[in-house]
């Protein structure tokens, strides 16, 4: 899997859009960015995934630079419970189980 | 979506005993189930690969004997820590997947062990 490069740590007030930035330089053109959040002490919650267009679901929004060298998360109205560590993945549309995982950016949302 | 559950959600063993963790799908078929270790304030670790009826697939540096995986089924693969020891205390997750060409995986929402 292609190596990811997050910033450490956010932090984000509530209410306000999140923006989370990963960098894929090395992303191969059949792999995948996927985002998953794990709240302290869960298991990993997958949120999005994209090959090359924008996507955007019922939590989040992914949007892929052109590129394909980065992409950035967007939480539009982060909330309390969105503060946990957010993950970047970039990998192969098949074998969806086997992810390296790497540091994350941990998000902190603040009242 | 789909809903993987483990169980226990935590466990304190004696140092030298065996634990079993288990993982189940709920509403589907696992053809593949993956077990992660997380120690604190680290990312989660890959450890093995379960795929129903065969042998699990380790990654380089897990003890296949220390970690024993079965999955007989295809909603269950279980996860026995054999002579636990305080080192092996840690947060295990498994994830599971309809089929190799799956989008998603499904984790578990882990299961935190404490070797005393």
């Known amino acids: 899997d292609a190596k990811t490069t997050q910033p450490t740590s956010m932090d984000c007030a509530e209410g306000r859009a999140a923006n989370l930035p990963c960098n894929h330089s090395t992303i191969s053109g059949n792999e995948y960015v996927y985002w998953y959040r794990q709240i302290h002490s869960q298991g990993p919650q997958y949120i999005i995934h994209g090959l090359k267009n924008n996507e955007t679901n019922e939590m989040a929004s992914l949007i892929i630079t052109e590129d394909r060298k980065s992409s950035t998360l967007i939480l539009p109205h982060a909330t309390l419970r969105d503060t946990a560590v957010y993950y970047c993945?970039?990998?192969?549309?098949?074998?969806?189980?086997?992810?390296?995982f790497g540091d994350g950016t941990t998000l902190t949302v603040k009242p | 979506g789909a809903v993987v559950s483990q169980h226990p959600s935590w466990v304190i063993c004696k140092s030298g005993t065996s634990v079993k963790i288990e993982c189940r799908s709920l509403?589907?078929?696992?053809?593949?189930m993956f077990w992660y270790r997380q120690f604190p304030k680290q990312s989660l670790m890959l450890m093995a690969t379960s795929n129903e009826g065969s042998k699990a697939t380790y990654e380089q540096g897990v003890e296949k004997d220390k970690f024993l995986i079965n999955h007989a089924s295809l909603t269950l693969s279980t996860l026995t820590v054999t002579s636990a020891h305080p080192e092996d205390s840690s947060f295990y997750i498994c994830?599971?997947?309809?089929?190799?060409?799956?989008?998603?995986?499904?984790f578990g929402q882990g299961t935190r062990l404490t070797v005393v």
């Open positions: 509403d589907f078929q696992a053809t593949t």
């Open positions: 994830s599971a997947t309809m089929s190799k060409s799956n989008t998603e995986a499904f």
């Open positions: 993945i970039v990998r192969p549309h098949t074998n969806a189980g086997k992810s390296t």
